[in-house]
């Protein structure tokens, strides 16, 4: 028997697992090297600036969303919405802004106008897929310099704290977030508005009625991201704003968000496959663009395999958790992104009542951290067994917060008391904050304070589920990566491989004619 501050996990397991993942994201791969979405699409015209949105029928409609459908239904899609903007400006001798104000004033029709000489248009479209980014580029630069300049919560050696917020009112979430950083919140979320995912557009303007949460839109994320660096001036520290980049509109999103500021994505295609019904093949295809965007951006992904464990037992599903980890670090390394920019998700999601479960919820916790040791491991508070006591709730959440510091995680997710009663209100959150303040403040350093028995509970649980995440990543590979996904390999949520929302939106790319400039120059590895 011997102690160590690290627990005996086999590296030659790790390997193998890692090298499975790598084969399974070949699949992945070759999806999204034959094919591209209106998602995609779409988050290339934001990328170029088409963010405006004109009348119809009284509503707003998108542009981005009018000149991908315009295309599509002249069947030019298949070369790439870049190729036929660039075709636009030759036609019409404009530069972007006279076309955007044609196209708004629906005097230009992208799927009408005649086809310019190829190869002009081609060099054309790669100009303005380099403008784009080199702009992009500059505007990060600027980010990163302003997180230098004030102080990074992230240098305190401590899980960042992170807390959400949910008004529906962009206004109130702006109120109820600056109180969370004046509390000692790091990290601010804004929830979007329940079903937001399935909406295969991205609504206009500042939003004050959402359901649940605040809807994503470019506006919101330009007012709260100004209210964050004014509070974060006065303080002299940097805040991190997150918001939600999965569902049908991943790619725009990603690209509205590094437009904006923002630091942090939760991002993760199997989540919306799993818990949203939306069709594997557009959501891997554009998880794949959005991470490219991030990886470039310097914005931080966040995964969902926290949620697993709200439809299996967290106990038995490790893992399903472990081995989905293992893809989508894969899917990150794919989109060029450095590990440090992968904020992988796990979650303290187990019964209360089992025996031993603390135990448990270290080893996995442990496991995690030195498997992915590079990465700032986003780490969610206990929600599925809160029942309304809020004082058993607060307990929990000083267990998850301890083990949280223990465990060295890069993010921690704040439960609240309130927690299965309502949304929280601004005093609920203090009081969560608080908690966090004590336990992370009061435990920094603990993990070099103890060490791990190599024949112990701990240990012996945390290499299980290693064992059992090798076993099913190998019959994952062998069954195909589409498969495994129909047959409930994840979180026991089926899902077939041409159904859900969205599939009417993937179409095949024209090989040798497709322009999309922008996989070369974000570092695409597929």
Not at 260 to 278: K, P, S, T
Not at 360 to 368: D, F, W
Request: aromatic share 8%.
């Amino acid at each position: 028997m011997s102690y160590s501050s690290e627990l005996p996990l086999s590296s030659r397991k790790i390997a193998r697992c890692r090298a499975i993942a790598a084969s399974i994201g070949k699949q992945v791969a070759k999806l999204v090297h034959e094919n591209s979405t209106v998602g995609t699409e779409r988050a290339v015209l934001r990328l170029l600036g088409f963010n405006e949105a004109l009348e119809n029928d009284s509503l707003l409609l998108p542009l981005a969303n009018h000149m991908v459908d315009s295309l599509k239904r002249a069947d030019r899609l298949h070369q790439g919405v870049l190729y036929w903007v660039a075709n636009a400006m030759m036609s019409e001798g404009s530069d972007l802004d006279r076309l955007q104000a044609g196209l708004l004033n629906r005097t230009v029709d992208l799927g009408t106008l005649p086809e310019q000489n190829p190869v002009k248009v081609t060099r054309l479209a790669e100009k303005l897929a380099k403008e784009s980014y080199d702009g992009l580029m500059r505007y990060r630069k600027g980010r990163r310099q302003l997180l230098t300049q004030q102080k990074d919560p992230l240098k305190e050696k401590r899980p960042l704290k992170y807390v959400i917020v949910a008004t529906g009112n962009i206004f109130e979430d702006v109120t109820q977030a600056k109180s969370a950083v004046l509390d000692g919140a790091d990290v601010i979320a804004v929830i979007r508005s329940t079903a937001q995912s399935l909406i295969d557009y991205v609504p206009q303007g500042t939003t004050t009625e959402g359901f649940g949460g605040t809807y994503a839109t470019q506006a919101n994320f330009r007012l709260m991201r100004a209210a964050l660096d004014e509070l974060g001036a006065e303080l002299k520290k940097y805040v991190r704003l997150t918001n939600y980049c999965s569902g049908l509109c991943m790619s725009e999103i990603a690209a509205l968000a590094s437009l904006e500021g923002l630091d942090c994505l939760l991002n993760d295609a199997m989540y919306g496959i799993l818990f949203r019904d939306i069709n594997m093949r557009r959501t891997l295809i554009d998880q794949h663009f959005s991470r490219l965007i991030c990886s470039r951006s310097g914005i931080w992904i966040m995964t969902g395999e926290d949620n697993y464990m709200k439809t299996t037992d967290a106990v038995e599903s490790g893992d399903q958790v472990l081995a989905s980890q293992f893809i989508n670090e894969r899917a990150a390394l794919n989109a060029g992104m450095p590990t440090s920019q992968m904020s992988i998700g796990h979650a303290m999601e187990m019964d209360p009542s089992y025996d031993q479960v603390i135990l448990m919820e270290i080893a996995r916790a442990q496991m995690t951290r030195q498997i992915f040791p590079d990465a700032p491991l986003k780490y969610m508070c206990n929600t599925k067994y809160k029942t309304g006591d809020i004082f058993t709730s607060h307990a929990i959440d000083t267990v998850f917060n301890f083990i949280g510091s223990f465990t060295n995680q890069g993010v921690i997710l704040l439960g609240m008391p309130t927690e299965a009663v309502h949304t929280p209100w601004l005093q609920d959150r203090s009081l969560s904050i608080r908690d966090a303040n004590y336990i992370l403040g009061g435990s920094t350093g603990i993990s070099q304070e103890f060490g791990y028995r190599s024949d112990g509970f701990i240990a012996k649980f945390a290499a299980k589920v290693l064992d059992d995440a090798l076993i099913l990543l190998e019959k994952i590979d062998r069954l195909g990566i589409y498969t495994a996904i129909e047959r409930g390999y994840f979180a026991d949520v089926k899902r077939p491989i041409d159904g859900g929302k969205g599939a009417d939106g993937v179409f095949e790319i024209e090989r040798g004619r497709y322009v999309n400039p922008f996989f070369k120059l974000m570092g695409s590895r597929i």
